[in-house]
């Protein structure tokens, strides 16, 4: 059964960090492309940053680049997204996502709140 399972969400003021550690067990990170996503309330589900399989190339949107950082740790089966200068508009669930071999796994997410 593959798994993943995201931590670290918490409140935090503007300004602040937050790490979210995504441990994966069921398949093995190195073989998917890995991806943060996150939904706010009222919109839908945007992808924010991925790290892909091939070339461990990373993209972020525009939003996040320069402030969140995507990493893996194959050898622990985790993935982490360090979010720095948190601002109240990043608010959100956050979810983690494995794609590949036609498959796509997600977490159950875990709750950010950045207050003002």
């Known amino acids: 059964e593959v798994q993943l399972v995201e931590s670290g969400g918490g409140l935090v003021q503007a300004g602040g960090s937050l790490r979210l550690p995504c441990a994966v067990s069921g398949i093995s990170l190195g073989d998917y492309a890995i991806g943060w996503f996150r939904q706010a309330p009222g919109k839908e589900r945007e992808g924010i940053t991925c790290l892909s399989r091939s070339d461990l190339n990373t993209f972020y949107v525009d939003s996040v680049r320069g402030r969140f950082t995507i990493s893996s740790d194959n050898a622990k089966n985790t993935v982490y997204l360090q979010m720095n200068n948190l601002k109240p508009e990043d608010t959100a669930v956050y979810y983690c996502?494995?794609?590949?071999?036609?498959?796509?796994?997600w977490g159950q997410g875990t709750q950010v709140t950045v207050s003002s």
């Open positions: 996502n494995a794609d590949g071999y036609g498959a796509d796994y």
